[in-house]
């Protein structure tokens, strides 16, 4: 299983929430989780097969900044 993580803007638990709730939709075999206190705010997903595209493209278009680390 391999990891993927990202720097992200998102700010608080509400937020990072609800993103969690729109990937695990589209990617339902992944596991998905934000680190807010960490200072990148990190998303962090592990599965199967790299995403690491669709899940950038996601949250741009959710107007969160990512970059893959």
């Known amino acids: 299983m391999a990891v993927e993580i990202f ?3 998102v700010q608080d638990e ?5 993103l ?6 589209a990617i339902p075999d ?5 680190d807010l206190e960490d200072r990148d705010r ?16 996601f949250l741009r278009r959710e107007g969160v900044e990512c970059k893959l680390l």
């Open 7 to 9: 720097k992200t803007n």
């Open 14 to 18: 509400q937020h990072a929430d609800l």
């Open 20 to 25: 969690i709730t729109s990937l695990q939709q």
């Open 30 to 34: 992944f596991l998905i989780n934000f």
């Open 42 to 57: 990190i998303l962090r997903i592990s599965g199967n097969r790299d995403v690491s595209g669709m899940v950038i493209s």
